[in-house]
């Protein structure tokens, strides 16, 4: 019998006996559900001692790089407030007009239009010259991390990990040594932007190269050319459009970063105006500052994105120029002339307006807004996170939740169980036991030795036996650690928030695909929330909802849920027509089709979307620290205010082990997908 049982199944069996003895021995032995303190390596300030001591070595050089990069950012914010703004605005509406057109220098100029009247001109010419430094840092970091590991196959692997753990590793962590590495200043959010931005630049000069046809290869071996040769006049040129996706890539990752290197390199830029404007409850100027940031990653977005294609839309260069040179003779007839662009200021009654309209709103709605935060708080985050032994009060529920309603629950538990297991849902049995035992207890509140038999089962499903061992020795870190309570605290929310963004974007994704007219209207919508920085997500709810733990899980939902939305309408739409000729002529309903035969083929897609907004999640948790979360995001963002070097690579690398697992087991899931389906 147990021999026939399949990995999961004996996993989630293993899983449902561990959970049962730790509940059963809580009374015996306490240390099965809290780690014992004592059990407890002082890792955190191992961690502190050695990189402090490496950092002290590294310092000088770091502050003499550090006075370097003022030079060209000085030059950068100079050159670039000092020139007329009819020039730049010129310059802009000629390069929107090369990459797209009359559709894209229209945008640019109503975006640029509206950027000028914002009052906000300098701030955001203070955060391109940041953008527009750290760009070519990160461009030529990445560029040369993609063909070191191309040129080298067996760095290929190594480098590879490299880039996962540092796009796993919420920014927040690695601030805290660069803060202590080059001082407080514009120069640490430049360098900040630049090891966040690199990674994607890396990865896609890696993968244009590996996808070069090898007839391109061997035509340039057989024209007598030195390898170098080969690389930069026939390999390079080759991957050009792969690469120029990760040039979009790399700017928008420079440009997300504005307001979190704002924190540490906080100077007159938009960051820092949204940090300000925040923290001050102005929410009015805080939206019109978070609106030019998103003017700005919209444009850059469109524009590189173009330069991506393969087919590049050709355009009168005569135009680009004749843009470029109105721009400055109107700019050098009118120097002088022009006043102070703050002056500019013509959206600021707009501001006041907003605040206004939002006083009123809140109070005329404060009933219903705060009964419906309370009634998600009470009724449905707050069981998820202490379990319903603890989150059931009178205060809250209108009873006490009894020992007689535990067993009550896991009865109705072991019924449910027992009634899929006789219909031969053997697995699906187990889980119901294991997500009854989770709502009992509460994520929080997890035993650990179940936590880590979970996880390890669910690794050895997902990848084998490697990635199990792997996946537990890496949560053990934490428990040794004493991060374990803040890990299971940023996995709850997390865990809660990808629930959701499953549940919601998903219904999306599959009516987007089903009806061609919501794709219309939800894809422009996507297409918005994915240029718009995640820091700038946070305003709007902060504005009905205020400071709480509420408000971060609809900002992780707002910034994840579009993968979810996307993968899952393009795997529905994607299945091959034979197939869909098959099911026509079996007689299926549209109905049947979808449920029979799309959603598997989709299966692997739609995970892959899961597994990208697990990651977002994760990386909105961090940034959710600010508006009152708990967790391993608190204690980064602390650490971070305190310059504590332990602390903050400690609490970034647990969240980057939580992060990398589920990346790990969705990923594995999916190729065990694709390897079923014959893909």
């Not at 001082?183 to 931005?197: E, K, R, T, W």
């Not at 930069?232 to 979009?248: R, W």
């Not at 009178?394 to 899929?420: D, I, K, R």
């Not at 034979?578 to 035969?597: C, D, N, P, R, V």
Request: with cysteine; proline share 5%; glycine share 10%.
């Amino acid at each position: 019998m147990i021999a026939s049982m399949t990995t999961g199944t004996k996993a989630a069996a293993l899983a449902v006996i561990v959970g049962a003895l730790c509940l059963l021995l809580e009374g015996a032995a306490p240390w099965l559900s809290t780690y014992p303190a004592t059990w407890v390596l002082p890792l955190t300030d191992w961690v502190g001692s050695v990189v402090g001591g490496f950092l002290a070595v590294v310092k000088p050089f770091a502050r003499l790089f550090s006075d370097f990069m003022s030079y060209p950012m000085d030059w950068a914010k100079i050159g670039l407030n000092a020139a007329p703004w009819p020039l730049l605005l010129g310059i802009v509406l000629a390069l929107g007009w090369r990459t797209g057109g009359w559709p894209m220098l229209l945008m640019a100029a109503i975006g640029m239009a509206l950027v000028l009247v914002s009052g906000y001109w300098e701030q955001g010419m203070n955060t391109l010259a940041l953008v527009a430094v750290s760009v070519p840092l990160a461009l030529l970091i990445g560029a040369g991390i993609g063909i070191l590991a191309n040129e080298i196959p067996r760095l290929r692997e190594p480098v590879q990990m490299v880039l996962d753990v540092m796009q796993t590793v919420p920014t927040f962590a690695y601030l805290t040594p660069l803060l202590v590495l080059f001082g407080f200043g514009p120069v640490v959010g430049l360098v900040a932007s630049a090891i966040y931005a690199a990674p994607p630049m890396a990865r896609n000069v890696l993968l244009g190269l590996q996808r070069i046809e090898p007839e391109i290869k061997e035509a340039a071996i057989m024209a007598g050319g030195t390898r170098r040769q080969q690389l930069f006049q026939v390999e390079l040129p080759a991957a050009m459009t792969q690469i120029m996706v990760g040039v979009n890539q790399c700017l928008m990752a420079a440009l997300s970063m504005v307001i979190i290197a704002a924190v540490i390199g906080g100077f007159n830029d938009i960051g820092w105006e949204v940090l300000l404007t925040m923290r001050k409850g102005w929410f009015g100027q805080s939206l019109m500052a978070g609106m030019v940031i998103v003017i700005f990653a919209i444009l850059i977005d469109r524009m590189s994105g173009m330069l991506a294609q393969e087919r590049k839309p050709q355009f009168d260069r005569r135009i680009s120029w004749g843009l470029v040179v109105l721009g400055a003779v109107i700019g050098v007839a009118t120097l002088g002339k022009l006043g102070n662009t703050a002056d500019y200021a013509m959206l600021e009654p707009v501001t006041k307006q907003v605040d206004a309209g939002l006083t009123a709103f809140t109070t005329a709605n404060a009933e219903w807004l705060t009964s419906f935060k309370n009634n998600a708080l009470f009724y449905v985050l707050l069981p998820l996170r202490i379990g319903l032994d603890q989150a059931v009060l009178p205060f809250t529920w209108g009873f006490m939740w009894t020992p007689q309603m535990s067993l009550g629950l896991f009865g109705l538990a072991a019924l449910l169980a027992v009634g899929l297991m006789a219909s031969g849902r053997v697995l699906a049995g187990l889980v119901v036991l294991i997500l009854f035992g989770i709502l009992e207890t509460g994520v929080s509140q997890l035993p650990w030795p179940f936590a880590l038999v979970a996880a390890g089962g669910l690794a050895w499903s997902a990848g084998g036996r490697k990635l199990a061992i792997l996946i537990v020795a890496l949560l053990a870190s934490i428990l040794l650690a004493g991060l374990w309570e803040r890990a299971l605290l940023s996995l709850y929310l997390s865990g809660v928030s990808v629930f959701a963004c499953a549940l919601i974007g998903g219904l999306i994704g599959l009516l987007s695909a089903v009806f061609p007219m919501v794709w219309k209207v939800v894809r422009p919508i996507c297409d918005m929330l994915q240029t718009i920085p995640l820091f700038v997500f946070l305003i709007p709810i902060l504005m009905v909802f205020q400071i709480g733990e509420f408000s971060a899980f609809l900002a992780i939902i707002a910034y994840a849920i579009v993968p979810m939305i996307r993968y899952t309408r393009q795997g529905l739409v994607e299945t091959p027509d034979e197939m869909i000729e098959g099911a026509i002529a079996s007689g299926a309903t549209k109905w049947q089709m979808l449920f029979h035969i799309r959603a598997p083929y989709a299966a692997p897609t739609i995970l892959l979307g899961l597994n990208q907004t697990i990651l977002y999640a994760f990386a909105m948790l961090v940034i959710a620290a600010l508006i009152g979360t708990t967790g391993l995001g608190q204690s980064i963002y602390l650490a971070l205010n305190q310059a504590d070097v332990g602390l903050g690579l400690s609490a970034g690398a647990a969240m980057a082990i939580l992060a990398f697992g589920a990346d790990r087991i969705v990923q594995g899931f999916a190729e065990g997908r694709r390897r079923a389906l014959g893909l």
